[in-house]
């Protein structure tokens, strides 16, 4: 060991780097690691090391960066070890690699560079001094970038800019040995500049006063200047924060809790000061018109099975979800749903809420009101049906009051007339909030009309509605100027008038801003959860063994209904014929040209031109992952009597509102309990029979009536008819009634064998296979099990 080791000093007065390397050798080693030095130590009754003391060392491996080796070595400085003594330990412990870190550094730096805040403007000084057996040489460092040109042991910036702020470190040569000095901090303010401050605590920005909203970003700010760097403790209501020690404290998401008086404590090693206390006020979101979320759960039902078939529902819902979704709304938007369907989709619908959301249930179809509570008539309902077979309204309400919403409204769209054959009396009981509204297509007692017509329209109720709902006004201010607008309607005068009921006492709109409330990372989960059901399947092209590929795409015009669109991006040279074929299905049936000749109506002009088109609904009916397998097949011009097929199988899993599993068996804490009825469901005698079918998608036979097409010919305005009777009658005052197919691309059941088809598009630059592809090239999905 060289005599320049200063054998009679403490170990407590070894330099850090030096500590270091000794305690990483220690902690590492097994035999001849901390524990066999602390047997020797613990033999020299000089530095007494116990069994209890070395149990407190062996704790140190719970720490984060904990150290055994150092919590021993801090225990035998603190008892008077020296150099010497550690030197001879070592010595009996026979570890060289840690006798090797003792020895004197060929290269030592004497003066470290010192962290330090000053004024944007002002000359920036870092100095790093350090000696070695040959010349030294010095390289300045930002982060991990050399700093240009600064080979001094002084880096110097003048004048330092904002740009400047950061952490500073410089790398010493010697020869082939090299160390690094200590990490240096510098903070640059831009504030007015100050004569001469070098050296002194110079407080130069104070913090303050605000005011915010609940989940907006709370940050006070102030500074200090000098050398060294100061060193920061904010206080609120007089007490120290926890872990807010930066010159701007800062909370992302703040809370009610957060408000208060702060102020900051700023020290040096010398000096100590404080800044000015400032208020710090933070509104509840719920008193001045603000939304934690805004969720939305619209359902129309339209292919009833034992009930007249209504249309514009599905236009409806349509078109609010599009309006909805621009007043940032999550809208999940649902056609034709069972009992059960129903029943689950409110339920996920709840899953959604919570303190604060603004929640907006639209329903569209048959239905009815007694006793004051209204019922929404599933597609699956029997004739007549009652309470049991229905959804109560009322109940939903209850269920959305334990969540402690900031509004809740319902638009319902559907008759009013009393149903003679359900004479139950639901026990709802509901809570005095003042955020609840209703919005009836029709009065009390009363029918809700639809345009009667051979194409597509709203509803008198959405007619109007979708004129006004974008309007920045209290909710019932904006349907109270739908119903002036409903009264000018000549042909609904003294039939159908919208009625409102309201518990609001202040201004909610379905405008107001979104501003996230205390629950801001449960409310994220949850959006995730609900945002699932409108993830599309991914894009992809088909390759196929000959040659040709096929581009597959989708889109949804619906939560539960799901369009796909294809075309031919190339094809081999030498094939003169292509075609699919299915054993079951008629192509022709199940491919268009036009989205429209699919029964995409709605959609047709968001998607991409000069493809093939197939809808399919009733995705909510889907049990397992839709698998379907691709065939195609072909001959070539070398051998053109011979033909060969190639079959691909894909796999789409399961798309859009599948993912929920909406036609699981209810839940017994589900909406389905919250009504008391004179006949449950689990004995009525009307009540809809479970979900027995999987989805079986079929193409809607061009050849049947299909009151979904939009005709060519004008609607006409002065004819209606009822939005739902009482027993599933319709009846209008013009002696028409509504009849649609009840089991079509729309209600997506087929009780025949039947396939998916996926539709072939024939690109203009591929001339010669236009024809053969639009007529011939048929795709279709066969499901790998019976669904």
């Not at 470190?169 to 831009?190: H, K, M, P, Y």
Request: charged letters at 20%; one cysteine or more; hydrophobic letters at 35%.
């Amino acid at each position: 060991m060289s005599d320049s080791l200063d054998r009679s000093a403490r170990i407590n007065l070894l330099k850090e780097p030096v500590v270091k390397k000794l305690c990483e050798v220690l902690d590492k080693s097994s035999n001849k690691g901390w524990r066999k030095l602390g047997e020797i130590v613990g033999n020299d009754r000089r530095f007494r090391v116990s069994s209890a003391d070395m149990e407190l060392c062996s704790l140190e491996v719970l720490e984060l960066e904990g150290s055994p080796s150092r919590m021993l070595l801090k225990l035998m400085g603190e008892r008077g070890c020296t150099t010497g003594h550690l030197v001879d330990y070592l010595q009996m412990l026979g570890n060289s690699e840690v006798l090797q870190g003792l020895k004197p550094s060929a290269l030592q730096i004497l003066i470290q560079p010192q962290s330090v805040a000053l004024i944007s403007g002002h000359n920036l000084r870092l100095s790093c001094h350090a000696v070695g057996k040959s010349p030294v040489q010095y390289q300045w460092f930002k982060t991990k970038e050399e700093v240009p040109n600064s080979f001094s042991s002084d880096l110097v910036i003048s004048p330092v800019h904002l740009r400047d702020a950061g952490f500073y470190i410089c790398r010493v040569n010697c020869g082939d040995t090299f160390e690094f000095s200590q990490w240096a901090q510098v903070d640059v303010l831009n504030v007015p500049s100050y004569h001469s401050l070098e050296g002194r605590l110079k407080l130069v920005i104070q913090p303050q006063s605000q005011r915010m909203h609940v989940g907006e970003t709370l940050q006070v700010e102030c500074g200090a200047v000098g050398r060294p760097i100061p060193r920061y403790q904010w206080h609120r209501n007089g007490v120290p924060v926890p872990n807010a020690t930066k010159r701007k404290h800062m909370i992302p998401h703040s809370m009610q809790d957060h408000h208060g008086r702060y102020r900051c404590e700023i020290s040096s090693s010398t000096e100590r000061m404080w800044t000015n206390e400032v208020d710090v006020v933070i509104d509840d979101v719920y008193a001045i018109g603000g939304a934690t979320d805004k969720v939305a759960l619209l359902i129309g039902n339209l292919s009833y099975q034992n009930h007249p078939q209504l249309k514009a529902p599905m236009v409806d819902v349509y078109d609010l979800t599009n309006l909805l979704r621009q007043l940032n709304f999550q809208v999940v938007s649902l056609l034709d749903l069972t009992e059960s369907e129903m029943r689950n989709a409110v339920d996920e619908f709840l899953l959604l809420l919570h303190k604060g959301v603004y929640g907006l249930l639209y329903y569209a179809g048959h239905g009815y009101e007694n006793y004051g509570n209204s019922f929404m008539v599933p597609v699956d309902a029997p004739n007549p049906y009652r309470s049991a077979n229905c959804l109560c309204v009322q109940s939903i309400l209850k269920l959305m009051q334990e969540k402690e919403t900031g509004l809740n409204v319902f638009l319902l769209d559907m008759c009013r007339k009393r149903n003679i054959h359900d004479d139950s009396a639901p026990n709802i009981v509901l809570r005095v909030t003042a955020n609840i509204v209703f919005g009836y297509a029709t009065c009390q007692d009363a029918e809700a009309f639809e345009l009667s017509s051979s194409g597509f329209t709203n509803g008198v109720f959405v007619k109007f509605l979708k004129k006004r709902l974008l309007d920045d006004e209290k909710i019932t201010v904006l349907l109270d100027r739908v119903a002036e607008d409903m009264g000018q309607f000549d042909a609904t005068k003294g039939k159908q008038a919208l009625e409102i009921r309201s518990s609001l006492s202040e201004r909610r709109a379905l405008t107001d801003p979104i501003l996230p409330g205390d629950s801001v990372d449960l409310a994220h989960a949850r959006s995730l959860q609900w945002a699932k059901v409108h993830e599309l399947p991914e894009s992809m092209c088909l390759n196929f063994d000959c040659g040709a590929q096929i581009k597959l795409g989708f889109a949804a015009e619906f939560s539960n209904v799901l369009v796909m669109y294809t075309h031919i991006v190339k094809k081999p040279e030498d094939m003169s014929f292509c075609q699919a074929h299915d054993l079951d299905v008629d192509p022709k049936e199940m491919n268009r040209e036009t989205p429209e000749e699919t029964g995409i109506y709605l959609l047709s002009s968001n998607l991409p031109q000069h493809c093939l088109y197939t809808r399919v609904s009733s995705l909510q009916k889907l049990r397992e992952e839709l698998v379907f397998t691709v065939c195609l097949q072909g001959s070539f011009t070398a051998m053109e009597d011979e033909s060969v097929h190639w079959t691909k199988s894909i796999n789409i899993g399961k798309p859009l509102i599948a993912r929920l599993d909406l036609n699981r068996a209810v839940r017994r804490n589900s909406c389905l309990q919250t009504c008391l009825l004179a006949h449950s469901p689990s004995h009525s005698p009307c009540h809809s029979p479970g979900l027995e079918h999987h989805l079986h998608p079929h193409h809607r036979s061009h050849q049947t009536q299909d009151h979904n097409r939009l005709s060519p010919q004008h609607l006409s305005p002065d004819v209606y008819e009822h939005q739902g009777a009482v027993g599933g009658r319709v009846e209008s005052f013009d002696g028409q009634s509504r009849c649609e197919p009840a089991y079509d691309s729309v209600g997506g059941l087929s009780s025949s064998p039947g396939g998916l088809s996926i539709p072939i598009e024939t690109t203009d630059d591929i001339n010669e296979l236009q024809t053969v592809f639009i007529n011939s090239l048929h795709l279709y999905s066969f499901p790998h099990e019976t669904m």
